[in-house]
């Protein structure tokens, strides 16, 4: 083969789309590399992170677009993921490509509960994940995920630093205070203190090498939502809300903090939305309202990820220690939230787009 059909394999590749993006692998500068032997066609493709949900289609694509140009060529893809600068706090976590932090305005909307279904459906899809309960006040995450008696293990290190090993369950590993105090023992520290312990369980964990890492943070904009922010080369961050009327300005003072401390918002996602009995499935009770969360996405010019209705299914895997994504009996909930998570990181991928544009400033807070 010759370099007049390298050429013509280069045009067709290049003219594959990437969807989240809404450019063609040629416009990413995407492709790395294209080998040609006797039969056989290895194209290279960098692609902006995380790759787990497109990496299928794309491979797909590019084999026929090639075997248009080269019919009955044994053609390989590999696809490596671009490096992705941070602009801020570049040494914290560096072993972890995307920190995504789950935040609401109000207490009780279900961070934990879409922090947890979405840290397994991400685990499901083969990433590697981490979760961080960074709610010290009242830690929901070791029994979300059925280890509430574990403790965490910890080693000294040769510089005398103690290391905490997270828990792993369903792929996850999970690092909360849960692990290391009492329940009520947390809810009598005080704010400084606090933060000061949620510091240490940030960098003293022993994550290993991660793709996500999911904070899930207590309600509002107190003390650790600012430590998290301040410290933590943060990707972006998720709003829950449930739908009311009186959601929406503590979703906006939520979204505005995280705005000010330039943190990415990565969507609005609705929970609790409605409630359909699984007797009559004809009908549906908007429980708390409707649209409310729709409504605080369009106002605050942020992506709506999608609504989750209020399922049994739900609430019982929380208490029993089995994100209900992973329950094949509550398949449609299930595939609700993975369609949500599978939109979370394509927001994720915009992000990236967007900072690989950008000149990259080293800027140390
Ligand atoms: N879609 C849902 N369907 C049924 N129950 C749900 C749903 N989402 C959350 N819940 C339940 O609502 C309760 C509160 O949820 P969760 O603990 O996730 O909220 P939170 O926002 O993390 O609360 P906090 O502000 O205290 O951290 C839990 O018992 C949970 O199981
Ligand atoms: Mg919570």
């Given at each position: ?64 677009a ?14 490596r ?22 935040a609401s ?40 995920f ?26 996850v ?85 995280f ?9 609005v ?97």
């Amino acid at each position: 083969m010759n370099q007049l059909v390298e050429t013509q394999i280069r045009e067709a590749v290049g003219q594959v789309a990437d969807n989240d993006l809404g450019f063609t692998l040629a416009e990413l500068n995407a492709i790395s590399n294209i080998q040609l032997s006797d039969n056989a066609i290895n194209v290279y493709l960098e692609l902006i992170p995380p790759v787990h949900w497109v990496a299928q289609t794309i491979d797909q694509r590019v084999k026929q677009a090639v075997a248009a140009i080269a019919p009955g060529s044994q053609i390989t893809v590999f696809v490596r993921e671009k490096e992705v600068p941070r602009l801020a706090n570049a040494g914290v976590l560096p072993n972890v490509s995307q920190l995504i932090a789950v935040a609401s305005g109000k207490g009780g909307v279900g961070k934990s509960t879409i922090a947890a279904n979405l840290a397994a459906a991400l685990a499901q899809k083969g990433a590697r994940v981490g979760l961080l309960d960074a709610d010290i006040y009242g830690p929901s995450q070791p029994t979300m995920f059925g280890m509430a008696d574990e403790q965490m293990r910890a080693e000294k290190t040769e510089d005398g630093r103690v290391l905490g090993f997270p828990n792993e369950q369903y792929g996850v590993k999970v690092a909360s205070i849960g692990f290391v105090m009492e329940r009520d023992q947390a809810a009598i520290m005080r704010g400084p203190m606090l933060a000061g312990y949620f510091t240490t369980l940030v960098e003293q964990i022993a994550w290993g090498e991660l793709d996500f890492l999911v904070f899930d943070l207590p309600p509002g904009t107190g003390d650790i939502q600012l430590t998290l922010t301040q410290k933590i080369p943060l990707t972006g961050a998720v709003m829950v809300t449930t739908p009311q009327e009186i959601s929406l300005a503590d979703v906006r003072r939520s979204i505005s903090m995280f705005r000010k401390v330039n943190v990415d918002i990565l969507g609005v996602i609705e929970n609790m939305s409605y409630f359909i009995p699984p007797d009559m499935p004809e009908k549906r009770y908007d429980i708390f309202g409707r649209g409310g969360g729709k409504m605080a996405a369009l106002q605050a010019n942020v992506p709506f990820l999608g609504e989750v209705p209020l399922t049994l299914g739900t609430r019982s895997g929380g208490d029993e220690g089995m994100p209900v994504v992973l329950n094949p009996d509550d398949f449609s909930q299930g595939q609700l939230l993975r369609e949500i998570t599978a939109s979370v990181v394509s927001q994720v991928r915009k992000v990236n787009l967007k900072k690989m544009e950008q000149p990259v400033v080293q800027i140390t807070l």
